[in-house]
């Protein structure tokens, strides 16, 4: 059994950055994929990002390309998501998720676990 804490939400003004962090207990990250995903008020639970934690692959929705870097430590068993050049639009709640699968896939319905989620709230 997988426990995922996520922390590092918080408030930022537009084109600020954002770490948030996903802890895991109970066991490593090894075999698993590791995802982040996000959900406004209203709106449906997205793809952000994902790392396939044996080999290190990422994988990001297009929205988030080239601001957001996932990242591991495995010395910690975490998973980072760097959030640069935030708009209001990111603004959501962050939640980390994990499966135990070998490629990183986009829907929400595809992952076990998940962590309690985190606020993220961009002002303009």
């Known amino acids: 059994q997988v426990q995922l804490v996520e922390s590092g939400g918080g408030l930022v003004q537009a084109g600020g950055s954002l770490r948030l962090s996903c802890a895991a207990s109970?066991?490593?990250?090894?075999?698993?994929?590791v995802a982040w995903f996000r959900q406004a008020p209203g709106k449906e639970r997205e793809f952000v990002a994902a790392?396939?934690?044996?080999?290190?692959?990422?994988l990001y929705a297009a929205s988030v390309k080239g601001r957001f870097t996932i990242s591991r430590d495995p010395a910690k068993n975490t998973v980072y998501l760097q959030m640069n050049s935030l708009k209001p639009e990111d603004t959501a709640v962050y939640y980390c998720?994990?499966?135990?699968?070998?490629?990183?896939?986009?829907?929400?319905?595809?992952?076990?676990?998940w962590g309690q989620g985190t606020q993220v709230t961009v002002s303009s």
């Open positions: 998720a994990s499966d135990r699968r070998t490629i990183a896939v986009v829907t929400p319905s595809r992952y076990d676990y």
């Open positions: 109970g066991r490593t990250f090894v075999g698993y994929v």
């Open positions: 790392m396939t934690w044996n080999i290190g692959s990422t």
